[in-house]
């Protein structure tokens, strides 16, 4: 798939079936995701590339959890949506441009998660959920220093359904200075 055409055609998907697709595509989704560009350089993001369910689980619980706070859920609400893959993006906060960064590394995520057939929805609250008490603790358990926060969630699988139609796009979405 051309380039500019994946970026047209990507849309986020909040049904997935609990399929899991070939580790060598998840392999080239990340691999997508460690060549996107970063301040100065410096690589600050972290991809943690979750396919065990109980830790997928225990993430999407903290996630809800999160957004309890702010909305009224549904019991038993999955904000991963059923994917069965939750690629999880931390970056290190000791580095200035670690938040721009990491956003950078999860539309790579998105992109390439597309050009390999896959669905895939950016979700938020990553930093909430890995700066509580028990995500610190399930982060230490992976082995990932404390220095990295987190940025948010691509959760990844197959579309359940159909993908969404295109929104139209806003009418002073670029604005030309010639």
């Excluded at 200035?96 to 929805?121: K, P, Q, R, Y």
Aim: glycine share 8%; charged share 25%.
């Amino acid at each position: 798939m051309d380039a500019l055409e994946c970026m047209l055609s990507r849309r986020s998907c909040r049904a997935f079936t609990d399929e899991m697709p070939p580790h060598e595509v998840l392999e080239r989704v990340c691999k997508a995701g460690t060549y996107a560009p970063t301040g100065h350089g410096k690589q600050s993001p972290l991809i943690v590339a979750v396919t065990n369910r109980q830790v997928r689980d225990r993430l999407m619980r903290l996630n809800a959890d999160v957004m309890r706070l702010s909305h009224s859920l549904p019991e038993g609400f999955d904000p991963f949506y059923g994917a069965p893959i939750v690629l999880l993006v931390l970056a290190d906060a000791e580095v200035v441009t670690h938040e721009f960064d990491g956003c950078s590394v999860i539309a790579n995520l998105l992109n390439a998660a597309h050009a390999c057939g896959l669905a895939s929805c950016w979700v938020h609250r990553a930093g909430e959920v890995v700066a509580s008490d028990e995500g610190r603790a399930l982060m230490r358990e992976l082995g990932i220093d404390d220095r990295y926060v987190g940025i948010d969630h691509v959760v990844v699988g197959y579309a359940a359904g159909r993908e969404g139609s295109v929104a139209p796009r806003k009418e002073d979405y670029v604005r030309w200075v010639v």
